[in-house]
């Protein structure tokens, strides 16, 4: 195949996720996916030593809201199975974050030299889906008319703990006009894998957060008169889960920055 | 709490899943749980060393449809978790089955002399959820009605290995008037804990199953005119996977001795 030369955004919209990956392994395209392969799943991105990762793995079962589960890989192999045919973890993410005890080291856009044998690819659910499927069902995402990243916050909600992985759950917020909250639930329902129905409407003091202006991560919210704030499980969760218990190596995306698969959203949808 | 001293089907049916668990700790319930706490999950149990944990896993949540994880325990730790406080997997099953490489070694009523402080128990979803369901919404189910087990066969689909374990999907089968075949794939789709929705709707042969009547667990089927079979994935699948892999420790319930939980089946439904 042909890897194009272009990288505008508007003509990488165009490609397909396997010729998106292609252009990311070679380095021509290091930013943000959204708005790219547009109908196919992406993904978050946790890498852990495998003496690490059946108590990573337990902590994404039982915290499946925020920690959907896509993929697996096997200890040592950078490749992901069906759901990227051909897909290689280590380049074909537009940009990385390596921790070493939980310090971030590096920023590197291939993580090639940092790969080794006892290393386990996770892939987890992200919100991109279901806010393409939002769209769809004519619930306006006001954080997108905006042209900013939807708030995230970190809640006083305990994670159900796993050996060492333990947290609060960290939740994205988007404010939806009140007669529409109950489509977004009802949209959003059918997509567990990214993260599934709310985990909460309205209230945010209920969840621990004093003032929505205080973001933790993300933009300042966006609302019109009448909009009432939703709160869904956020796929920081087990990022910075997985980068609180300080283990030896952890590779992740960078934030934004996501994994791209071969998977139509709507089969999730369908399951 | 004073445990009952009766243990007949309908007295027992009235119990709520603590007392059930009482009851059967007490070694006064030690056959299969079908019928008992309608409304809660029920769910087979595998039990595995650490060492093997992360491979099943990995399996399990490669194989959701056959494989749906209900809980996973800590290392050494017979209890469960918030779907069932108290419980002791050791004790609160009627009956296991103990494998040592593979080959059943034993039928206990009680495993508390085979634990260790390095297995690990998993549940995993069970057909009696959807089965209530699919009653429920009008949905006739032919081998209840002739007192029977649903008959389940190993078909030729082969699940996504995980390390040491893989094997072929093992599936249930049971046959639905045509005309009710899309409510039942509407009510299962429900339950993704209670295997969700049907892996394949007509066409045995397309399975590999070459003759209905050619059971290879459960019943023989019962079938009136005008019904078609529908099949799901079967909590068998699990327990043929991880006993092929010849772990060194595997510990079973006994077929249809299930592990009564305190969660209401209808939360699955909602998640």
């Known amino acids: 195949m042909t890897i194009p030369e272009v990288v505008s955004r508007d003509e990488a919209a165009t490609l397909s996720p396997r010729e998106l990956r292609e252009v990311i392994a070679s380095g021509r395209w290091t930013t943000p996916t959204w708005s790219l392969a547009l109908g196919y799943l992406q993904a978050n991105l946790v890498i852990l030593p495998e003496k690490d990762a059946f108590e990573f793995l337990t902590f994404c079962t039982r915290n499946s809201k925020p920690c959907p589960i896509v993929e697996v890989g096997e200890p040592g192999s950078p490749t992901v199975g069906p759901v990227a045919p051909g897909a290689d973890l ?9 921790f070493r005890d939980g310090e971030q080291e590096d920023e590197p856009t291939d993580i090639t030299s940092y790969w080794r044998d006892d290393l386990v690819g996770f892939l987890l659910g992200c919100s991109l889906t279901f806010e393409e499927a939002l769209l769809d069902a004519g619930v306006p995402l006001r954080h997108l008319e905006a042209g900013t990243i939807a708030p995230m916050y ?107 698969t071969d998977r139509r959203s709507e089969i999730d949808a369908a399951l």
């Open 90 to 98: 280590r380049t074909d993410i537009p940009k990385y974050r390596v």
């Open 154 to 260: 970190e809640t006083d909600r305990a994670c159900r703990p796993a050996g060492k992985f333990s947290g609060n759950m960290v939740v994205s917020m988007r404010m939806i006009p009140a007669d529409l909250v109950p489509r977004a639930v009802q949209v959003t329902s059918r997509y567990p894998l990214a993260h599934g129905a709310p985990v909460h409407v309205g209230s945010p003091d209920e969840l621990g957060i004093r003032d929505l202006g205080e973001v933790d991560f993300g933009d300042q919210p966006v609302a019109e008169p009448g909009d009432v704030p939703v709160f869904w499980g956020c796929g920081v969760t087990p990022q910075i889960v997985a980068r609180s218990a300080r283990p030896e190596i952890m590779i992740a995306h960078y934030p934004g920055c996501m994994f791209i």
